[in-house]
Every structure is written in C-alpha cells, then in structure tokens.
C-alpha cells in the first residue's frame, strides 16, 4: 500500500466510501470555524487505495517525514453518524492510541496537540458516557 502524503496539517484520511454525502458533510464541518472562529489545520485524502483501512494498518503508512501528532480517519463508523464521529489516532505519547470526536470539534484536537498545549490524554479523558469528545 501507498505511503500518506507528507504534510505540514494533519491527515484526515476517507477510509470509508459508502457514503459520498456524508464526506462531503465532513469536508463542510472540517472547513467551518467553530463559533470561536478556530478551525482545524487539516489535509483531506480522498484516495481509495485507503479504502478499509483500520489504525493499525494506517500506522505503517505513515512517511517518517510526517511530524503531526495524530491522523484523523474518516471510517465507516464517522460516515453513518450524524454527527461525524472521526476517529483521531495519537501517534506520540502512545502511538495508536484512538479517541472518537465529533467532527466539528476536531479543531480542538488538532489546535492543542500541534501546539503542544495539551496532551492525547486530557482528551481521552474528556470523552461522554458513548466514548466520544464534544468539547470541553
């Protein structure tokens, strides 16, 4: 399989094509500022040789030049939800590591652990009742 793109923003990767109304939803809440006016810093792929993917494959496809902390994957899981859960992979403290966020808030994710304001954790650890980060 074909090594991600290295980019400076962090990779939201479309794993699952089943719904295309459901990726372009996704692209519409990643690319809207949150009512504070943050957005994420992100790179969509939209690359069906990722179709299927799961975190542990997606970890070996990760090029050594890639320095975000996480990868955001677009799974079957975030395309039959209504609120977009993504799933985001930590790849620093412990690597492979996975938290669902909704995808309107994924800002707050992406903001903290590139700038290095918060870690993986404190967000694993905000998580609701279903597992799932909606903010703080």
């Not at 590139?114 to 909606?134: K, L, P, Q």
Request: with cysteine; charged share 25%.
């Amino acid at each position: 399989m074909h090594q991600f793109p290295c980019t400076l923003e962090a990779l939201v990767v479309r794993t699952d094509f089943s719904a295309d109304g459901a990726w372009d939803a996704l692209r519409a809440a990643l690319y809207s500022p949150s009512r504070t006016g943050f957005l994420a810093n992100v790179a969509l792929v939209d690359d069906r040789r990722y179709e299927g993917l799961t975190p542990e494959s997606a970890l070996a496809l990760i090029p050594a030049e890639y320095q975000h902390p996480l990868l955001v994957l677009a799974d079957p899981v975030a395309v039959a939800s209504t609120d977009l859960l993504l799933l985001v992979v930590d790849l620093r403290r412990e690597r492979g590591r996975c938290v669902r966020v909704v995808a309107a808030e994924l800002w707050s994710i992406e903001n903290n652990l590139s700038e290095a304001n918060m870690d993986f954790e404190e967000f694993a650890g905000a998580v609701d009742d279903d597992g799932v980060f909606r903010g703080f």
